[in-house]
């Protein structure tokens, strides 16, 4: 079974500097895919960015950025220029390729709660 | 438009009511889902419906039963619900493509508190 781990239940950032988010998996498969999703208060599960294993080059979307370390198993998020807007809880997520059959959906991790300093 | 809709919002019901959660989603993916999440707790799948064939998480109770009438719209039925089944409620959708599952676009869920 697949497993994910985010290891910082909250971070702290000033607003417009740069923080990191960590995350591990486990797996057993060679090609799956990776996710970041924002969930703000308002408990809307937001989509931040996506990664595919068999990719190399480390997905962007404007300031958010992952450095993505297969062999390692890490899947870290780097969110630059820190806004108010961005505080909200953050999920790493894992999914196969190929399902194996039955229920297996996204594997989330904890979360980490991220906090926006004015 | 990565538009999931979720109807109610927010939902209050005893033990003895029956309801239904309904979800929408006019991008014509082909595989969507249910979770449960709890406060501070990342979601639990709970069903998938995948070109109409449903999976299910063995460790659901038979008190919820999803129903997909169309490849557009996911319901969840609701009965004899106890005060643990508070939470918010979740669906998902994704192209569901054969060879996997893709990117998973979330509703805004629905509040439910059981009373």
């Known amino acids: 079974a697949q497993t994910v781990t985010q290891s910082q239940p909250e971070m702290s950032v000033q607003e417009a500097e740069t923080v990191t988010l960590s995350c591990t998996y486990d797996?057993?498969?060679?090609?799956?895919?990776l996710f970041w999703y924002k969930q703000p208060p308002s408990r809307q599960m937001i989509l931040v960015i996506r990664q595919e294993a068999y990719k190399q080059q480390n997905a962007t979307e404007n300031r958010f950025s992952v450095n993505f370390q297969k062999a390692a198993k890490s899947f870290s998020l780097k969110i630059s220029d820190s806004q108010l807007g961005d505080a909200a809880m953050y999920f790493c997520?894992?999914?196969?390729?190929?399902?194996?059959?039955?229920?297996?959906?996204?594997?989330f991790g904890k979360g980490t709660h991220l906090i926006i300093q004015p | 438009d990565t538009e999931v809709t979720q109807t109610p919002k927010h939902l209050v019901m005893g033990m003895t009511n029956k309801k239904s959660l309904k979800c929408e989603q006019h991008m014509g993916h082909r595989a969507m889902y249910w979770y449960k999440q709890k406060a501070k707790k990342p979601p639990e799948l709970m069903f998938v419906?995948?070109?109409?064939?449903?999976?299910i998480n063995e460790s659901v109770p038979s008190r919820f039963s999803p129903e997909c009438p169309n490849s557009s719209l996911l319901n969840l039925h609701l009965h004899a619900l106890q005060p643990e089944d508070s939470a918010l409620y979740l669906c998902?959708?994704?192209?569901?493509?054969?060879?996997?599952?893709?990117?998973?676009?979330f509703g805004p869920g629905t509040r439910l508190l059981v009373l």
């Open positions: 797996t057993s498969e060679s090609d799956y895919y």
């Open positions: 997520a894992y999914n196969p390729l190929y399902s194996g059959g039955g229920a297996d959906g996204l594997t």
């Open positions: 419906y995948s070109y109409e064939k449903l999976s």
């Open positions: 998902a959708s994704s192209q569901g493509a054969l060879a996997g599952r893709e990117t998973q676009y």
